[in-house]
């Protein structure tokens, strides 16, 4: 059963739904300019996607400004794929922007939505595509844990050495409300 106190905090999303008409109205009003897009047309949309990507813009300057901007990260995950969910090689990065434009950027990446929930250590990311939803979390290494994973990162990229051990010790909790 859900914890019905958990809290989902989007980080950001290109869901295009996030912006209503009225949105688009009020911003017309705001700018002092003529509504002169009609609901649903090409050019509404057009206004949206560029709401959104001044929105990532922002989150992602916000980002490169916090705590966690140039800290080490794990990724893990599933690919959703046509003839499955098989799971992906961890993926160590730097930075929090890195490790998320490594979740959604790639072939056909259409919307993405990259959150956080209170009961939950790390960041997701669900990357939508023509065959399904590709979901990643972003775990935040502790500097132990930065340091064992580079050493074996570096080896297993080379085929030496052994797939990296997930040990809870070497993950810290990323707290939404200092990411910003």
């Known amino acids: 059963m859900a914890n019905e106190d958990n809290k989902k905090h989007m980080i950001f ?31 509404f949309y057009d206004w949206v996607h560029e709401q959104i990507n001044q929105d990532i813009e922002c989150e992602q300057e ?15 995950g599933t690919l959703g794929l046509w003839n499955g969910h098989p799971t992906i090689r961890p993926m160590y990065i730097h930075g929090l922007n890195e490790a998320i434009g490594k979740c959604v950027s790639g072939r056909d990446i259409w919307d993405y939505d990259v959150f956080i929930n209170d009961d ?25 844990g930065a340091k064992a994973y580079e050493e074996a990162y570096e080896k297993w990229n080379y085929q030496d050495g052994e797939e990296p051990v997930l040990k809870p010790e070497y993950f810290e909790k990323i707290e939404f409300n200092k990411i910003f």
């Open 120 to 144: 939950e250590d790390f960041i997701t990311v669900h990357a939508k595509h023509h065959d399904g939803t590709n979901v990643f979390e972003i775990h935040l290494l502790t500097q132990e």
């Open 13 to 43: 999303s290109t869901d295009t739904d996030q912006y209503s008409y009225e949105d688009y109205e009020e911003w017309c009003d705001e700018c002092d300019v003529d509504c002169i897009y009609e609901e649903g047309s090409t050019e």
């Open 62 to 76: 916000n980002i490169r400004y916090s705590k966690y901007a140039n800290r080490d990260y794990m990724i893990t």
